[in-house]
């Protein structure tokens, strides 16, 4: 059994700052991507940012990019995601996922394998 555990979330004013971290645990796995996503009351899960590992890339959400950094340890399965410049309505819960195959595209919740149980951010005005 593989858990994500997300850590991190709070109550920030507009323009501030969060670092969420989310690690693995439980039994030994490698994997192929890491990313995060979030959502708000009332909305679909969203895309928000990915790093593949052996590619070394990363993407983020045309919502995000600019403000949000991701970043991580793959030997360790650590995936963080630093959100800068924070605005209202960044306000959700934020997910972590892990996937452990190839896959053409991350921004997709059906590519991950692993999930976390959440974090909330509330930005507030």
């Known amino acids: 059994q593989v858990q994500l555990l997300e850590s991190g979330g709070g109550l920030v004013q507009a323009g501030g700052s969060l670092r969420l971290s989310c690690a693995a645990s439980?039994?030994?796995?490698?994997?192929?991507?890491m990313g995060w996503f979030r959502q708000a009351p009332g909305k679909k899960r969203e895309f928000v940012a990915d790093?593949?590992?052996?590619?070394?890339?990363?993407y983020y959400a045309d919502s995000v990019k600019g403000r949000f950094t991701i970043s991580g340890d793959n030997a360790k399965n650590t995936v963080y995601l630093q959100m800068n410049s924070l605005k209202p309505e960044d306000t959700a819960v934020y997910y972590c996922?892990?996937?452990?195959?190839?896959?053409?595209?991350?921004?997709?919740?059906?590519?991950?394998?692993?999930w976390g149980q959440g974090t909330q951010v509330t930005v507030s005005s």
């Open positions: 996922a892990a996937a452990q195959q190839y896959r053409l595209t991350y921004r997709g919740s059906s590519a991950y394998d692993y």
């Open positions: 439980g039994r030994t796995f490698s994997s192929y991507a």
């Open positions: 790093i593949i590992w052996r590619r070394g890339n990363t």
